[in-house]
């Protein structure tokens, strides 16, 4: 097995994936620890608290909090979309959320 660089993730390929889960876990934590609690919270996005039907907040209104887990979402589905083959990726290039990756 070809070793890895911090340039270069795992790659699941639906047949590794304890190693795989291992790997991205230890490699998103030493990137950003943010990142790693919004994988393991999840996220969505912001809505309002007056209203009682979801809706989503307008990105303009977000405060600074509200931004950096947004980001912190983005780029965890930036590393996660990087480390799967071709064929899972087509399974999860439709998620906006970690939880649903």
Known sequence: ME????????MLDGLNYTYWE???KNFIKFMDE???????I???PYTPKTFRVKTPKSELSWNTKEEK??????KALY?????VDVQEFKRISKCT???EA
């Open 42 to 44: 999840g996220w969505e």
């Open 22 to 24: 291992a790997m991205m």
């Open 3 to 10: 070793g890895l660089s911090i340039s270069r993730l795992p």
């Open 69 to 74: 887990l947004t980001n912190a979402n983005s």
């Open 79 to 83: 590393i996660i979309f990087f480390g």
């Open 34 to 40: 943010k990142v790693w609690r919004v994988i393991l």
């Open 97 to 99: 959320t970690t939880k």
